[in-house]
C-alpha cells in the first residue's frame, strides 16, 4: 500500500532494541536490518547494548560503522541470567521492567527527536526488506508485523499477537463458557485468519511493533500498571493503548521469523528464499490492486457529480488522453440521461505476468439507474497493464470480450442422478477396492481418470464395477504435478455425462455407512446446490488425528454439488492445492450434512513419508500448502481420537 501523506518526504523512523544476544542470531538480525528498504524512509537505530558477550558487542560496533546513524547506549545495570535453549526462554521478572524501562528510554529519545515512526523490534528476528515500508502505508498508530512461534518443541506455531487478556487465541463474549473441543476450533478459525495476508485488529502485540509519533505523544509505554498481574511488558503496554484509544492491529503481509532455538538458525535461508517470492506475489497483488480501482473509477459516474474518483493516475498515455477525451464527449449525454453507475470489478485473473508487462481478466460489473430505468450489465474484460518508471502499475489497454448473461438456476426434487468423480493412480494396493464397493451402492454412475498407473489399478476398476455404468478415461502420462490441469480435466469429463449431482471424492476416502440411507434425502431436493461433509483424516485404521494442524473435521467442506449448466465455474489457478470443484461452486446456494468422510490416506507410516517427500519435492518452498503443516506430518506422537461409526461423542484414546 502506498504511502499517501507527504508523498515527496521520507518519513524519519527510529528502529530500537534492547539487545542480549547471542552472536549468530544477532548477526542475522542486524543484517535484515542492513536490508530494509529505504526507498520512502529514513532509518535511524537505538540500539541498548546489554550483551554479556563480547563478541555480540563486537558486532553491534560494526553495524554501527557501517550504517553510521546509530546511537548505542550501554545499559549501564548489572547483566542478569538470561536462560535460552532448545525448549524455552527463561527469565525473571526484574529482567521484564528492565527491558520496559529500555524500551521507554527509546521512546523518549524517539519523542525528543521528533520521528515520524518507532518501530520496536527484538533481537531475535529477521523482517522482510519491505516491512517498515509497508506498515507506514497501513497508516496505524500502533501496528506489529506478524511472526510464528513453536513455544515447546514438537508443538504447534502460535503467533506473537492476541485476542483478549494475557494470551487468549480465540474469541469469546464476556462471561461465555467455551468448551475445551470449541476452544480449538476458534483458536484454529484465529489462525487461519492470520495465515490470510491482511491487517486485522487485535487485543494484544509485541516485539515487532511500528508506532506512531501520534500514539508515543498521547503517552503510550511499558511502565508498569500496578493493579494490572499480567506478566511481560507487552501486556502492560496493549491495555494502557488501549486505555489511550488507541487500537492495536497485526499486519501478515509479510511475516517476520523467529529465531527462537538456535535450531532455528538453518531456517533463514529459506525465510529469504520465501521472501523473494513473496516479493512476487505482492506486486502481482499491486497490479491487480490498479487493475480494480482504475476500472472502478473509471466505470462509475454519477449526474449530479461526475466521476467521484480520479481514474487517470491507473491508466497510461496514450490511453489515457483517448479516455479523458471520451469523457468529455460523455459528460453532457450521461448528465442528459440521469445517469448513475456503480461499477465493480470481480474475478481478477493474472493470465500473463513477465517483469514490467502483465495480462490480466476479470468481470466488471455496471450497476444504476438511467432514465430511471435500473440496469446491471456483466462483461467479461482484458487488459493488459505496465509499469511505469515510478514502479506503479497502470492500464495501457482493455478489451470487453463478452457480455456475459444472467445465469438462470436450475433444479428438480426427484429422480436425480448422482455422478462419482474420481482421480486415481497406482491405487490397487490401498483404499481403492474398499471405497469403489461402499459408493455403488450410493452413486448411479462413476467418471474416473486414471493418472498414468503403471499397476493394476485400471484392471481393479474394471473388476470392481463390472456391470455398473462407468466412464474410464486413461492418461498415459501424468498430469499431478500441475494438479489444477488434472482437476479441470476431470471436472470436463464429468460433466459430458449430463449428471445432476457430483459426489468428488479421492481414491483413499470413504463415505459412513449411514450414506446409503441419507443421501437420496440430500439431492432430491430443490433448495441446496452444495453440501458440505466433514472430512476426518486416519492416522491408523481406528483412529483419527485431531491437533493444531489436523482438524479438518471441525469443518465442512464441499463434496456433493448439483451441475448447474451455464454457471461461470472457475477454479483456483495453482499448481497444487487448487482444490478438487470449481473455487466459486460454494457460492451457489450451500449447506451443511451431518455426513462424514473417512480419509485414509495418511493412516499408514509409509504413505506418511511418502506424502511428506512429495510435497518437499512439489512444493519445497511451502508456496501453495502450510509449510508447518508439512513438517508436522512426521510428529512422533501425535493426539490421535478413536473413530464412532455412529454418531456420538468421540473420545481421547487412551492407549
Not at 9 to 20: D, M, N, T
Not at 48 to 64: K, V, Y
Not at 511 to 533: C, M, S, Y
Not at 565 to 570: L, T
Amino acid at each position: 500500500m502506498p504511502i499517501t501523506n507527504q508523498q515527496n518526504q521520507k518519513r524519519r523512523v527510529l528502529i530500537g532494541s534492547p539487545i542480549h544476544q547471542k552472536p549468530l542470531v544477532l548477526q542475522e538480525f542486524l543484517q535484515s536490518l542492513e536490508e530494509l528498504s529505504r526507498d520512502r524512509v529514513e532509518i535511524d537505530f537505538h540500539f541498548i547494548d546489554d550483551n554479556s558477550n563480547g563478541a555480540s558487542r563486537d558486532l553491534l560496533e560494526q553495524f554501527q560503522s557501517r550504517q553510521g546513524s546509530v546511537k548505542i547506549e550501554r545499559s549501564g545495570v548489572e547483566t542478569e541470567a538470561y536462560v535460552t535453549n532448545e525448549t524455552t526462554h527463561i527469565w525473571g521478572e526484574a529482567r521484564t521492567w528492565k527491558v520496559a524501562n529500555f524500551k521507554n528510554q527509546i521512546i523518549q529519545h524517539a519523542i525528543e527527536q521528533q520521528y515520524d515512526y518507532l518501530f520496536l523490534i527484538d533481537s531475535d528476528l529477521v523482517i522482510h526488506p519491505d516491512t517498515i515500508e509497508h506498515l507506514i502505508g497501513l497508516e496505524k498508530d500502533i501496528v506489529s508485523e506478524i511472526f510464528w512461534t513453536k513455544w515447546q518443541p514438537n508443538s504447534a506455531e502460535f503467533p506473537q499477537v492476541w485476542l483478549f487478556d494475557h494470551y487468549t487465541q480465540y474469541f469469546h463474549r464476556r462471561g461465555e463458557q467455551v468448551s475445551q473441543e470449541e476452544q480449538l476450533r476458534r483458536i484454529q478459525q484465529f489462525h487461519n485468519q492470520l495465515r490470510v495476508p491482511g491487517l486485522y485488529e487485535i487485543g494484544g502485540l509485541g516485539a515487532c511493533t511500528l508506532i506512531s509519533r501520534a500514539a508515543l505523544e498521547k503517552g503510550v509505554n511499558f511502565k508498569e500498571i500496578p493493579n494490572v498481574t499480567y506478566i511481560g511488558e507487552d501486556r502492560h503496554f496493549c491495555i494502557r493503548a488501549a486505555a489511550l484509544g488507541l487500537s492495536l492491529y497485526v499486519d501478515t503481509h509479510y511475516p517476520a521469523y523467529h529465531i527462537y532455538r538456535d535450531s532455528d538458525l538453518q531456517g533463514v535461508g529459506a525465510y529469504k528464499a520465501a521472501n523473494r517470492h513473496r516479493a512476487e506475489d505482492n506486486e502481482k497483488l499491486r497490479l491487480m490492486y490498479a487493475v480494480k480501482e482504475g476500472m472502478e473509477a473509471l466505470g462509475t459516474f454519477s449526474y449530479d457529480q461526475g466521476y467521484p474518483r480520479a481514474w487517470q493516475p491507473y491508466f497510461a498515455d496514450p490511453l489515457k488522453e483517448t479516455l479523458i477525451q471520451q469523457a468529455l464527449q460523455d459528460v453532457d449525454q450521461n448528465v442528459q440521461n440521469s445517469l448513475l453507475v456503480q461499477a465493480s470489478v470481480q474475478q481478477i485473473q493474472i493470465i500473463a505476468f513477465e517483469g514490467t508487462q502483465a495480462v490480466t481478466r476479470f468481470v466488471l460489473t455496471n450497476e444504476g439507474r438511467e432514465r430511471s430505468q435500473s440496469f446491471k450489465e456483466d462483461f467479461r474484460v482484458e487488459a493488459v497493464l505496465r509499469r511505469n518508471e515510478q514502479g506503479a502499475w497502470q492500464i495501457s489497454s482493455f478489451e470487453i470480450l463478452e457480455q456475459i448473461m444472467p445465469f438462470v438456476r436450475k433444479t428438480k426434487s426427484q429422480g436425480n442422478k448422482i455422478t462419482l468423480s474420481m482421480i486415481v493412480k497406482n491405487e490397487a494396493d490401498r483404499y481403492l477396492r474398499d471405497v469403489l464397493e461402499s459408493v455403488r451402492e450410493i452413486v448411479d454412475e462413476a467418471v474416473i481418470i486414471d493418472d498414468g498407473s503403471d499397476d493394476g489399478t485400471v484392471a481393479l476398476i474394471k473388476e470392481v464395477l463390472a456391470g455398473f455404468p462407468y466412464t474410464l478415461i486413461e492418461n498415459d502420462k501424468s498430469k499431478f504435478s500441475n494438479e489444477v490441469e488434472l482437476r479441470k480435466q476431470q471436472w470436463a469429463e464429468t460433466v459430458k455425462t449430463n449428471p445432476d449431482w457430483i459426489l468428488s471424492l479421492d481414491a483413499d476416502e470413504i463415505l459412513e455407512k449411514k450414506a446409503r440411507t441419507e443421501i437420496r434425502a440430500l439431492v432430491n431436493q430443490p433448495d441446496i446446490d452444495v453440501w458440505g461433509f466433514r472430512l476426518y483424516d486416519f492416522w491408523d485404521e481406528e483412529h483419527y488425528r485431531e491437533d493444531q494442524y489436523w482438524c479438518a473435521h471441525l469443518y465442512h467442506k464441499p463434496f456433493l454439488v448439483r451441475y448447474q449448466e451455464g454457471y461461470d465455474y472457475r477454479w483456483k489457478e495453482t499448481a497444487q492445492h487448487c482444490g478438487r470443484i470449481p473455487e466459486n461452486t460454494t457460492e451457489l446456494p450451500a449447506g451443511k450434512s451431518d455426513l462424514r468422510v473417512k480419509h485414509m490416506g495418511w493412516s499408514k507410516a509409509a504413505e506418511r513419508v511418502f506424502k511428506y517427500k512429495r510435497y518437499q519435492q512439489l512444493d519445497p518452498d511451502a508456496k501453495y500448502g502450510w509449510k508447518e503443516q508439512y513438517e508436522s506430518i512426521l510428529d512422533a506422537n501425535p493426539r490421535l481420537v478413536r473413530w464412532e461409526e455412529e454418531e456420538g461423542r468421540a473420545e481421547l484414546d487412551e492407549a
